[in-house]
């Protein structure tokens, strides 16, 4: 039996976090990156004894999460993490954009690989660069890194690729050989690599997460990665992450140029619930992310036809689907919201190229995915 909590309906509707207050309340919420499952026990059980001692200060400035994490990677990669090179700070996009703003110069060029994560697309804009895209190949085998793209662009004086891996929205995890290749080509042009590793701990069973700083010398020595507990142990609003380097001359780098104030901006009960997942939340991912394949499958299976999901997803919580057999129009997101009351994903937040796509959080319960699927369905036509 799963350790793994999914409420129903009528609970979740009682939440104030952002995906079930965002939308009215007829409206079946499967976009906002947030999981619906209850809290990990280990988790909830160090936010209630921290609340019982008041314990709501800034966050710590010992090393439990540090070292709570490099264990964890340790574990479950094969990963050996200096904690002393792991440093705190409130999320992931702030982690990415102070990373770039220490290791890059204002107007250098970035590079993304959409469809991608929507803030990928303005991080370049907010920390003063410009930003390039290298669209990810898709094949018969999946999608892809195009090498051949990104050495193009850092022929022409790119100084930076942004990762994302696992991939968001597509659920692809980057083979060991590709992040190699990448790494070489990096190297060859001394640039570096900043890698959101956000979605690492929720790589579904039978596929292995090789973490990019693990993945030679090259990508040591020009690497940057950012890891939280957000995803995987649904505590996105406690607020901790950590900026991960693998080499003395990126942590010097890093050093010189990363806010005095970062680790402040952290929270106190994010840095606990998340020393407490990393240390002690083993089991409980093992049952997430074994309900998460099922999930994926259920929706894969269950869609209209003239929809398909474009590449199984081998991590994350999240499914990108092709919907432009449905004939939706130009906004399908939109017109699914107005006709079904179903919020999902918009397909043109990743990339301008795939607003006939929409994305789907299946992390929630198999009945809510299930309605989801209905709504669908009554807009394409079908009847369930």
Not at 45 to 67: C, K, M, N, V, W
Not at 90 to 95: E, F, H, M, R, T
Not at 144 to 158: T, V, Y
Not at 240 to 245: Q, S
Request: proline share 6%; glycine share 10%.
């Amino acid at each position: 039996m799963s350790l793994v909590r999914w409420p129903a309906l009528d609970q979740l509707r009682e939440r104030t976090s952002a995906k079930w207050s965002l939308y009215e309340p007829d409206v079946l919420p499967m976009t906002v990156a947030e999981m619906d499952c209850a809290l990990a026990p280990v988790v909830a059980d160090a936010l209630h004894e921290a609340i019982s001692r008041g314990d709501t200060g800034y966050p710590s400035f010992g090393r439990g999460l540090q070292e709570a994490f490099a264990g964890f990677a340790e574990r479950r990669w094969g990963w050996r993490v200096d904690e002393s090179q792991a440093t705190l700070c409130a999320d992931v996009s702030v982690g990415i954009m102070a990373a770039m703003t220490a290791l890059l110069d204002e107007g250098d060029t970035v590079v993304i690989m959409p469809p991608v994560y929507p803030p990928f697309f303005h991080y370049g804009a907010e920390t003063g660069m410009r930003t390039v895209e290298v669209p990810l190949l898709l094949g018969d085998a999946g999608h892809a890194i195009d090498l051949d793209g990104i050495e193009r662009e850092l022929r022409a004086g790119a100084r930076a690729v942004l990762l994302c891996h696992p991939h968001n929205p597509v659920g692809l995890v980057h083979p060991r050989a590709e992040l190699a290749a990448l790494a070489e080509l990096v190297a060859r042009h001394d640039a570096c690599v900043i890698s959101d590793e956000i979605h690492a701990p929720l790589t579904l069973p039978g596929t292995t997460f090789t973490p990019y700083l693990a993945v030679s010398d090259a990508a040591r020595e020009h690497g940057v990665a950012m890891h939280a507990a957000s995803k995987a142990w649904n505590i996105a609003g406690l607020k901790a992450a950590l900026i991960v380097t693998d080499s003395a001359t990126v942590r010097g780098r890093l050093a010189g140029g990363l806010p005095y104030e970062l680790p402040y901006h952290a929270g106190q009960l994010g840095y606990l619930a998340a020393e407490a997942a990393y240390r002690g939340g083993d089991a409980w991912l093992d049952d997430l992310v074994t309900d998460l394949a099922a999930h994926h499958e259920q929706l894969r299976r269950g869609l209209p036809a003239g929809a398909r999901v474009v590449a199984p997803a081998r991590a994350t919580f999240l499914t990108w689907v092709d919907v432009s057999g449905l004939g939706l129009g130009d906004d399908p997101a939109g017109r699914l919201l107005t006709d079904a009351r179903l919020a999902v994903g918009i397909g043109a937040e990743f990339g301008a190229r795939w607003h006939d796509h929409v994305r789907f959080n299946v992390g929630t319960g198999p009945a809510i995915i299930d309605e989801g699927l209905r709504r669908l369905a009554a807009v394409a036509g079908e009847d369930r």
